[in-house]
């Protein structure tokens, strides 16, 4: 209780120092907030964090606010073909009315081109005798450039002596596929007779070779020419057209935040193969971009969509956005765009958290730090209401000690991405480990958290079992850490004694994993004083951490010895206070034996002596029996051994034993008796856990 009073005292000592409800931000630069980590024991300053606006270059991380969709997102491919087949466009579509049926020709061999051998027929049959394409005023081309016009000629002979219907057929294929067909059934009069179907070449078409060939189909049989010929084309990869989606493909064009979308292309290549593109998709709004994703894709010949599913950010802010797409290919970027509408209740909340190395300058990024080092505590903050905003923040940074900064209070923050900061310094006798900083925005009623850890790395002084270290301890200089390696199985015997001032010793003993094993204050029974024995649990090097009880302050001697032992005056280490270790102390007095030197004052005397005369008959000798819960004062634990001896166990180990679901086991106890304490069961000794095995 006198413990906890005094704790309860230093938090209100810290409490009043905190800037409670202090709004005074300055302008001219950050202030360091910083708060007493324990024990009162810290010189902080405290004032109000500054707000900083985001210079626009330096706040253009949405990458990390907003989901950027990944191409792994994008369907398999990542290109899809609409319908399952290449879309002919529908402009090179030629209407039936354009073709044009040529009048009778009594003498087809003196109109261009010269037709080419005998075109003798076989009588009662419409046979096509010849193909060829020309311009569009009839002369001979079989090479044509993009848009050019063209027509596809046919030389019919009709052999049945008179007007028949027969079936016409053109059709003109590709590299991307048709770019011209008609058919129809015609009146085919007796004789030779040519026909053309006049049109374009599409200027979006593909490169490459064409066939064009023309069927005529009489009396159940049909006849077929056809001939090749060459499109050139410059050849691009342009948007043609840009749309939204619903997640399942349907055309939308106003979203709530969260809603999927997609982000679709229409994207025609006609340089008649498959090119590679650069394609950028960008998606911006009120606050800034949504989405930035581009990539170098493969573009096959002729028409194709793309599309990149995303989801509006939860977060995004309310309004117009406009979406485009661009496609580079040699040289020249094709770009489409289309807006659309979001519609978001809109909120202040934290959108990432990081930590700096705290200089204003550079701001770099760190997350290792050493005791005493700068530090900057970063936050970006996303206001997607459209104006400025009240908000309450709070900082906390808490550690294997427990906190060591925290601010909290009411920051006016502007629409769009803003980041803020708190600028301070690791103290420099904060407990190395792990730290986790979060920052919280409180606004409207929801609040919106983000967390990260970052380590601190503070100098400890290597140690080694059979030395004595010492030093002293203040407010400013509240705890020293040691370090030492050890076995897993090793026994530790830790004392630590204040011979100066009125320090209180306090001894904190870390596993090599950094979590805190086994503490102990007056543990010696000489002042306050501290003894400490533990077999410890891991091999690896621990943290034996050498500090004080309240605020109290004074030089330390800490000693560091292998082995179980009893008690102090367990010289030689096999748990018994005996009179081997009297005889031993007796041959140490007035030396500079160390290890006889149990309350570390530099000599050897009847001080030691004494120490170790109201310890004889002490012991750690194992125990062993079953754990059980006794009905007595509402339940007394105790491990009852084969003698019917109930012993009731002590220390922080007693803990881990002394559980429900232990009642029952065989257990075997190290550790030692002790007569100097009272609990409350009183129904056999009290026995301090050192090790113990089920
Ligand atoms: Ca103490
Ligand atoms: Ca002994
Ligand atoms: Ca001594």
Known sequence: ???????????????????????????????????????????????????????????????????????????????????????????????????????????????????????????????????????????????????????????????????????????????????????????????????????????????????????????????????????????????????????????????NCGDSIRYHGYVNNSTGGTVTAYFQWSVNGPCGPIVSWSVYSNADAGNWWWCLPATIPSNACAGMYTYQLSVTYGGSTSSKSITFTVNCAGGVTVTSVWTTDGTDG?????STFNCGDSIGYYGNIYNNTGSFKTAYFSWSVTGPCGSIASWSGNLTTSNGNVWWYLLTTILSNACPGTYTYQLSVTYAGSTSSKSTTFTVNCGSTDMSFEQTVGGGLSNSFPRANYSFAASAGQSASIRMFAYSGSLNTYIKLYTPDGQLFAEDDDGAGVGYNSFLVRQLPQSGTYRLEATRYGSTSGDYRLRLEAGLEADLGDLDRNCVVDEADRQRMVNSIGTSDQNADLNLDGVVNSIDYSILLGRIGRSCNWIEGTLELLDLEGGCWVVTDNLGVHYELYGPLAGEINRPENIGKRIRIAGRVRTDLVLSCMVGPIFEVFAYEF
């Open 1 to 255: 209780m006198k413990k906890l009073l005094l704790v309860l005292a230093t938090m209100a000592i810290c409490l009043a120092l905190l800037p409670v409800g202090r709004s005074s931000i300055r302008a001219d630069g950050p202030t360091p907030v910083s708060v007493p980590a324990e024990d009162g024991d810290t010189s902080i300053q405290a004032d109000g964090p500054t707000p900083v606006s985001v210079p626009a270059e330096e706040n253009a991380n949405f990458v990390d606010i907003v989901a950027v969709p990944q191409l792994a997102t994008v369907p398999e491919g990542k290109l899809e073909v609409s319908d399952g087949v290449v879309e002919i466009p529908q402009s090179v579509r030629a209407p039936a009315e354009e073709v044009a049926v040529n009048t009778p020709q009594t003498d087809p061999r003196g109109v261009s081109p010269p037709l080419p051998g005998d075109f003798k027929a076989s009588a009662g049959s419409v046979t096509v005798m010849a193909v060829w394409t020309t311009d569009e005023s009839g002369n001979n081309k079989s090479t044509f450039n993009c848009g050019n016009s063209i027509r596809y000629y046919g030389y019919v002979n009709n052999s049945t002596g008179g007007m028949v219907t027969a079936y016409f057929q053109w059709s003109v294929n590709g590299p991307c596929g048709p770019i011209a067909s008609w058919s129809g059934y015609l009146n085919a009069g007796a004789g030779n007779w040519w026909w053309c179907l006049p049109a374009t070449i599409p200027s979006n078409t593909c490169a490459g070779t064409y066939t064009y060939e023309l069927n005529v189909t009489y009396g159940g049989s049909t006849s077929s020419k056809s001939i090749t010929f060459t499109v050139n084309c410059a050849g691009g990869v342009t948007v043609t057209s840009v749309w939204t989606t619903d997640g399942s493909g349907n055309n939308k064009s106003t979203f």
């Open 362 to 366: 550079s701001r770099n990024n760190k």
